[in-house]
């Protein structure tokens, strides 16, 4: 069974940083594709970063520059370190990962329970 879990959201202000954190069980993060999301109230869900099996990145226009994603293999954990971060950014940021070597966003298949970013101006 797989199990996405992510730590580290919370409240900062505007250009602070947060670093989140998603460890995976029964999946190998360096498998197949990772990314994460992100949903504002009102808004669509929007990827935000993406991870693929052969270390290729990918980021949305809002965030390029800003944010980093990677992965620790030895510890099975997938990263998203956000930096000057703007009110725009809150939202609720979830970790997900793909069954297999498919990598748009209608193939990720496992999600996490998402955790919450707020950034005041």
């Known amino acids: 069974q797989v199990q996405l879990v992510e730590s580290g959201g919370g409240s900062v202000q505007s250009g602070g940083s947060l670093r989140l954190s998603c460890a995976a069980s029964g999946y190998i993060v360096s498998r197949y594709c990772m990314g994460w999301f992100r949903q504002a109230p009102d808004k669509e869900r929007e990827r935000v970063a993406s991870l693929n099996f052969n270390g290729a990145t990918n980021y949305a226009d809002s965030v390029n520059g800003r944010f980093a994603i990677s992965r620790d293999n030895a510890k099975n954990t997938l990263s998203l370190q956000m930096n000057s971060l703007k009110p725009e950014d809150t939202a609720v940021y979830y970790c997900?990962?793909?069954?297999?070597?498919?990598?748009?966003?209608?193939?990720?298949?496992?999600w996490g329970q998402g955790t919450q970013v707020t950034v005041s101006s």
């Open positions: 997900a990962a793909t069954a297999d070597l498919r990598c748009a966003d209608a193939y990720y298949r496992y």
